[in-house]
């Protein structure tokens, strides 16, 4: 089955860390460029930002909010996603999703909540 | 940045009623290979999202005929021919040319 699962979300304080998880089946992982986008409580869609495969150069690119602090890798041995979050604020709080490239797949999403 | 803008943000709609979702974007999202980056996401209460169009009028596989998109160069448009309970829940458009912004977000319900 085609398919992302992610994992690893939980509570964490604020200036804490987290690393999400999502693993891979069904397709090449890795040949495909893969996302993390975001969903505040409430609000709509935020592009977190994007891994390249490797045979493009495993390049990642974020938006500014998390530049610095997150960092997305990528195992494709294990088929599987990171999301590697540092220094977390209040504001880094939702639903994070992992997507293919051309976002047409998606996770169900996994839960952060930053909060003292 | 560039900034996609969604109207209306709140659509209700009558059972078998057509129903329409306006996207500009501030800047003409043609890329330099001639695409046009406009996708459209569907995301029904609850679920996560889903693409319904890629860029501008291609139906993902497995979407009803009855959704459509349009458009070209900063204004787009997505399309229900008859809207069905289904439909319910929140559509988005997005535009990958330049980086990757959502718009706001537009909330069909049945009325």
Same mark, same amino acid.
């Given at each position: 089955e085609v398919q992302l699962v992610e994992s690893g979300g939980g509570l964490v304080k604020p200036g804490g860390s987290l690393r999400l998880s999502c693993a891979a089946s069904g397709f090449t992982f890795n040949n495909a460029w893969m996302n993390w986008i975001r969903q505040a409580p409430g609000k709509g869609l935020a592009w977190v930002g994007r891994i390249k495969s490797r045979t493009d150069g495993e390049t990642t690119a974020y938006t500014a909010p998390v530049k610095g602090r997150f960092t997305i890798s990528r195992d494709d041995s294990k088929n599987t996603l990171y999301l590697q979050m540092t *220094?977390?604020? $209040?504001?880094? $709080?939702g639903v994070y999703y992992c997507t293919t490239g051309p976002f047409d797949l998606w996770g169900q999403g996994t839960v952060v909540t930053v909060s003292s | 940045d560039v900034v996609m803008t969604q109207s209306p943000l709140s659509l209700p709609v009558t059972l078998g009623q057509p129903a329409s979702i306006s996207c500009r974007s501030s800047? *003409?999202?043609?890329?330099t290979d001639g695409n046009t980056y406009l996708h459209w996401f569907q995301q029904r209460p609850g679920q996560s999202p889903r693409r319904l169009?890629?860029?501008?009028s291609n139906r993902d596989s497995g979407v009803p005929d009855r959704f459509s998109g349009s458009g070209s160069g900063t204004d787009f448009t997505l399309k229900i021919s008859r809207v069905e309970a289904e439909d319910v829940g929140v559509y988005y458009c997005m535009q990958g040319t330049h980086w990757y912004t959502f718009g706001q977000g537009t909330k069909l319900e049945i009325k």
């Open positions: *220094s977390l604020q $209040t504001e880094d $709080t | 800047q *003409s999202l043609v890329y169009i890629y860029k501008v």
